[in-house]
């Protein structure tokens, strides 16, 4: 039997009247009808892994964060080596309220990051990139690479000394490649060093090409959600089929998490303001403790652990084509599982599922405490 | 039968002479077929000496191309000691301490020849030596004095920019004191306290444990091939070499004329010689342990214008602190306050160029330094206020802002129990 937890719109009172004209006021206008109506049955399944369905709803709220400050923080920012770092200043000390703008934007990139990750591993977990949510699974690893992307040009912008060398050492990797791998760090730098036109330029990924991407991507990802509806992972489809309804009950429950993740922002903007550090010095000796944004970390240490050379080859190319590697498998998981695929137990994908999780976490830590 | 004996006798010189000439053409046919010794010095000192292959690691000569041959003369391709260590073949032996000067100086004081290796490096080493009380002690017949081989060694001499080199800046004071803080071997010409005084100093602890070789060392004041205690008339020249600003302040001073006619050493009275303790505003004053106090009495304008600075530039430190005391806190709180920390460090600037004034011995003149700190210091200490006024501000609108995210919170919560509490 199913079971829907629902709202019923109680009409009546005069208010309610009101309202009622301007929405048929404007769905006349707009033509919101069938958008409602999707809205309006759009269901959520009910069981015990229901929990992970906030997490997407939770990105999304947080990448609205990072477009809203991060908008606000472009009426002041000045892309280039002379001017980026005194403006970020700028912001951090005389523009009202900026501070705290500057700070719930970088808070937010990386809770935002965080939530992300999660997200994908309980989506991996719960399979719920079986068919026919293979594209949704792909939309969603391609946001969370174009999120990594963000983070990456985003450190660099206030130009300051960890920022400079971290991006040296980031931008440098991808010289390994054979080939194109000069071509690719000239391209990322903009010329043989990072220097102002790094930074132009990574503004431009920041504000245009990346921003760009998401909406494109995003967009097809968010109707792919609302086209298939959630996913109910294998085991769950025999709880009575409860379900509850979208609007408003599980978009309510949405809120809430939204409110606390909004009074956790406040929190830490407000106790621990992101730190601007010193102004970069292209010329300065590079400082100790270079290290990158905590999500590349665990690439970053396993470069380092790897041995300069590996039987033929360079161990830092290995490292990078093992990576490579890692996250074209990583994008094509709804493919290579056939037993998900056909309902069936997939305890391999499983496995490897906990060992990459175990993998990223451990290597983390590392990173961060060596 | 006497020309028979006459025959015999000349058939064996004949032979005699035979067999001399092949005996001659043998050796001299087995000493060519025998090889050369690439260096005959070692071969046979090393076996006197066991270390002195060791010895000469690193040496800069030996590096240079400059065997023992380079300095001590001689043949080192003789494998026969006698060839080797001919006079003919140039061999000068092993120096008394007396020819060493000139010794050394054969190659060191000949432009020519030293071009050759190193063109930048000094050619009167051995004239200013000559001008030195060493140099001067050993003309007068003084073995015991020090000559280039005492400080700079006889074999394994590294240039002085190497670490294990003798005269390293770290390694010089040792160097001078291996004779001048040894009793027995100064006999009381000299007192033997210099180096335990100077490794008590503000240069011996930015030289040996700061590692700031720009920091002075022995030679840096005495000079080094030249060396000798300064004049009392020129110590301000000396430490002026460095302390640029002080010194030329002290010139303007009244104290500089006074200093000369009463034969003070100038820098020396207040900050002492070789013991030169970091300066404080504790040596300022008319009370011990002011060193003012050792030659002006309370109450003597000179006293009242001791305390006077002591009071300006004591009072601009506090604020000072005062001021980053504030900053600091309001930094650790997270605050954003680095263009206030910059304008604090010109506060600081000010405070060092009062101290740099006081050799002057102006109370005036500190005063317009310590003003214009002071200036600094209340507009730096404002700024700190103000960040933590911020700080606290941010911490209640945190508190407020919590507080209306709860009861939104609470709202949406009781908003999902109205609409899912099941209708009767």
Redesign the interface.
């Known amino acids: 039997m199913k079971t829907t937890i629902g709202f019923e719109h109680q009409a009546g009172a005069p208010e309610a009247s009101k309202t009622e004209a301007a929405r048929q006021w404007l769905r006349h206008r707009l033509g919101t009808a069938p958008v409602e109506e999707m809205a309006g049955h759009k269901t959520v399944p009910v069981h015990r892994h229901t929990i992970w369905y906030y997490l997407g709803g939770m990105t999304l709220f947080l990448f609205s964060i990072q477009v809203v400050t991060g908008i606000l923080l472009l009426l002041y920012y000045r892309p280039s080596a002379e001017e980026a770092f005194e403006s970020v200043q700028f912001i951090m000390t005389d523009v009202s309220f900026g501070w705290l703008v500057r700070s719930i934007h970088s808070w937010s990139a990386n809770l935002m990051i965080a939530t992300l990750f999660i997200h994908m591993f309980s989506v991996f977990f719960l399979k719920a990139y079986r068919p026919p949510r293979e594209m949704t699974w792909i939309t969603g690893v391609l946001l969370l690479f174009i999120a990594m992307g963000f983070g990456f040009s985003g450190y660099l912008l206030p130009w300051n000394k960890l920022a400079f060398f971290a991006t040296r050492v980031g931008t440098e990797i991808p010289r390994v490649f054979p080939f194109v791998g000069d071509f690719f760090m000239r391209f990322l730098r903009g010329g043989d060093e990072v220097t102002g036109a790094t930074l132009t330029r990574f503004f431009g990924f920041h504000v245009a090409i990346l921003p760009a991407l998401t909406t494109a991507i995003l967009g097809v990802h968010l109707w792919l959600v609302q086209y298939h509806g959630m996913s109910r992972p294998r085991g769950t489809e025999n709880n009575n089929g409860k379900e509850m309804k979208f609007v408003p009950n599980f978009l309510l429950r949405d809120i809430m998490g939204w409110l606390v993740a909004l009074g956790i922002l406040a929190a830490l903007a407000a106790i621990f303001p992101w730190e601007l550090g010193e102004k970069a010095d292209p010329f300065a000796s590079a400082p100790a403790g270079i290290r990158p944004e905590w999500f590349f970390l665990f690439s970053f240490e396993t470069l380092k652990l790897l041995p300069g050379r590996i039987w033929l080859f360079e161990g830092e190319a290995l490292g990078i084509l093992g990576f490579t590697l890692g996250a074209g498998f990583w994008l094509l998981v709804p493919f290579l599982d056939r037993n998900a695929a056909r309902g069936l137990p997939s305890r391999g994908f499983t496995l490897i599922g906990v060992f990459v999780l175990i993998y990223i976490v451990v290597l983390t830590a590392i990173g961060f405490w060596s | 039968m006497g020309k028979d004996k006459s025959n015999v006798r000349k058939s064996f010189r004949a032979i005699f002479g035979l067999v001399a000439c092949v005996g001659v053409l043998a050796s001299v046919s087995a000493a060519a077929a025998q090889p050369k010794p690439a260096n005959s010095c070692l071969a046979c000192h090393s076996d006197l000496d066991e270390s002195l292959t060791r010895q000469m690691e690193g040496d800069i000569h030996l590096e240079k191309g400059l065997g023992c041959v380079g300095c001590h003369g001689g043949d080192a391709s003789q494998s026969d000691q006698e060839l080797a260590m001919a006079a003919a073949r140039g061999f000068a032996g092993r120096p008394k301490p007396a020819q060493v000067p000139a010794f050394c100086g054969k190659c060191h004081s000949d432009g020519a020849f030293m071009k050759r290796f190193n063109p930048a490096l000094r050619i009167d080493q051995q004239a200013e030596y000559l001008t030195s009380v060493h140099g001067k002690l050993l003309s007068q017949g003084d073995q015991t004095v020090a000559t280039c081989v005492s400080c700079h060694g006889g074999h394994g001499i590294r240039p002085v920019t190497h670490p294990l080199s003798r005269v390293y800046p770290p390694n010089v004071a040792n160097t001078c004191g291996k004779c001048h803080a040894d009793p027995g071997y100064m006999k009381s010409r000299l007192p033997t306290d210099q180096v335990a005084h100077y490794e008590k100093s503000v240069h011996s602890e930015a030289l040996m444990k700061k590692n700031d070789l720009s920091a002075p060392t022995c030679n840096d004041c005495h000079g080094n091939h030249g060396a000798s205690p300064p004049g009392v008339s020129s110590v301000a020249n000396v430490c002026g070499t460095c302390h640029t600003r002080q010194a030329e302040m002290f010139r303007q001073s009244p104290h500089n004329a006074s200093f000369q006619a009463l034969g003070q050493a100038e820098c020396l009275v207040c900050h002492q010689n070789h013991e030169i303790a970091p300066p404080s505003e504790r040596m300022l004053g008319s009370k011990e342990p002011a060193t003012c106090a050792n030659c002006h009495g309370e109450g003597d304008p000179g006293a009242k214008a001791a305390d006077t600075m002591n009071q300006s530039i004591t009072a601009l430190a506090a604020q000072l602190n005062v001021a980053e005391d504030l900053l600091s806190r309001a930094e650790r709180a ?3 306050v ?2 206030a920390r910059f304008g604090l460090s010109e506060g600081h600037d000010a405070l060092v160029s009062a101290r740099v004034v006081v050799h002057r011995f102006s109370a005036g003149g500190v005063k317009t330094e310590t003003d214009r700190g002071m200036a600094i210091a209340g507009k730096t200490r404002q700024l700190g206020i103000q960040a933590l006024d911020e700080l606290q501000f ?2 209640k ?2 508190a407020a ?2 507080v209306v ?2 009861l ?2 609470v709202a ?2 009781f ?2 129990r109205q ?2 509490r099941p209708r009767e």
Do not use: D
Request: cysteine-free; aromatic content about 4%; charged content about 30%.
């Open positions: 997270g605050m954003e680095s263009r941010r911490r609108g945190l802002s919590l995210i709860a939104a919170l949406v919560f908003k999902i609409i899912e």
